[in-house]
Structures are given as structure tokens and as C-alpha cells.
């Protein structure tokens, strides 16, 4: 007799691809194939696309449905496609996950400087060239007196401006 052969075809598509934006890197989840083609799931394959163009795939030796796929570019939106693979080979594609953009925290603005009046300084500074991959929206404005510690978000711009006037501060500190 011969070796003992089982035969099988490539498992059904998994389905309902999501995905959640992180720094240069997005975590991926999606849903088993209902069907693994008469063999079992050994991993999956995930496609991140930039519009309607593939990026290369990025393979997963694991039969785990949640994936963190890396080496994303910051303020670019992707979709997600997943195919399920087992010993006959990768099956087809999930449907495509919402968009998502990944981000991470701008970088530190430059360049600040002020200018005191009464009870107030007048802030002016430049925006970080790094924004994260995102816009900036505002400016989270610290103090310290000397000798004392930070006061934490004396105010807050909630406006991509680069100018700030803080009020209600003490004159000669």
C-alpha cells in the first residue's frame, strides 16, 4: 500500500478584517475561515494596501487572530486584507478592513520665546516638523515659577496657532 495522503484544498477566506491604528503600525484582527479545506490553519497572511495597491504581505506562523503588522508609515491610510494558510497553501482574501492612519505623538515644538507684560507673557514658538501623522489641532502651554515645580496645562490653545497670550500670572516671578 501507499503512505497515507489526506486529500484538501486551501482554506475559505477569513472574515470580518479590522484593524486599529498605533505608531508605524497597525493591530489587525479578523474571524477564522469557516471552512480550513481538510486541513488545518498553520497561519495567515496579511496584505496591508494603500488604496487599491498591495504592499507586501507579511506572514504570521500562528493560528492567532489578532496580529500587530509593523513598518507602516505614520499619516497613511491602510487597509487590511487576511488570507488563511494550511499545508495546500494560502487561501483567498478577507474582504478589506476599514481604513486606518496610523500615529503617533507630534514632536516637541521649537524656537519658543516670550514676552512679559502685566500679569501675562505672550508666547510665540514654531510648530515641531514631526507631527505625528496627524494635523495639530493645539498646544498644551506648562508653567513653573522659579523654585517651584510645573503647573501642568495652565492653558490649552485648542488651535494650530503658534502664539498664546497666559493670563493670571504674577508679576516679578
Known amino acids: ?22 505608531n508605524a503600525q497597525a493591530t489587525v484582527s479578523w474571524t477564522a475561515p469557516a471552512a480550513d479545506g481538510g486541513s488545518p490553519i498553520t497561519g495567515y497572511e496579511v496584505t496591508p494596501y494603500i488604496g487599491a495597491v498591495a504592499q507586501t504581505p507579511q506572514p504570521f506562523n500562528s493560528t492567532a487572530t489578532t ?8 499619516g497613511t491610510d ?42 501675562h507673557v505672550t508666547l510665540t514658538w514654531t510648530a515641531p516638523a514631526d507631527t505625528g501623522g496627524a494635523s495639530i489641532t493645539g498646544y498644551r502651554i506648562d508653567v513653573q515659577p522659579t523654585g517651584g515645580s510645573w503647573a501642568t ?12 497670550t497666559v493670563n493670571g500670572l504674577v508679576n516679578g516671578t
Open 67 to 74: 496580529q500587530d503588522v509593523t513598518g507602516l508609515t505614520n
Open 1 to 22: 500500500p501507499s503512505n497515507e495522503v489526506t486529500p484538501c484544498t486551501v482554506p475559505d477566506a477569513p472574515t470580518d478584517a479590522s484593524a486599529v491604528g498605533g
Open 153 to 164: 496645562s495652565i492653558a490649552d490653545t485648542n488651535s494650530p496657532a503658534t502664539s498664546v
Open 78 to 119: 491602510y487597509t487590511f486584507r487576511v488570507s488563511a494558510i494550511n499545508s495546500a497553501g494560502a487561501g483567498p482574501a478577507s474582504q478589506a478592513s476599514a481604513p486606518v492612519t496610523p500615529r503617533t505623538t507630534p514632536g516637541a515644538p521649537t524656537g519658543l520665546n516670550g514676552t512679559p507684560g502685566n500679569t
